[in-house]
């Protein structure tokens, strides 16, 4: 399956960002570098156990601060590769 079947036009990283997934609940995270992003979601490669993003619901947090996050929603799960859709205001669970 390909990772190009998004409709939003993707921009892909020279330089490695790195970003943090956290848990909806709070209760895990994992550091993971963002590969490309869109206006309506991103790919991502994470480091450590992606088991608990079979959560389905997270956060990506785009600064050490945490002002600059979405919320998302698993979209694959391809090994330590992740495709994620943004949820955005009343979408979100």
């Known amino acids: ?8 036009k993707r921009v892909k990283f020279e ?12 209760t895990w995270r994992r550091d ?10 991103a790919r991502l490669r994470v480091e450590g156990s992606p088991d608990v ?3 389905r619901h997270f956060f990506l947090l785009l600064s050490q601060t945490g002002l600059a996050f979405r919320r998302c929603e698993l979209v694959r799960l391809d090994g330590v590769e992740v495709g994620v859709h943004f949820v955005s205001g009343s979408a979100a669970v």
């Open 53 to 55: 993003l079979r959560a």
């Open 32 to 41: 993971c570098v963002l590969l490309d992003c869109s206006e309506t979601g």
């Open 1 to 8: 399956m390909s990772w190009d079947k998004r409709k939003a």
């Open 15 to 26: 330089h490695e960002h790195r970003a943090t997934l956290l848990g909806a609940d709070g």
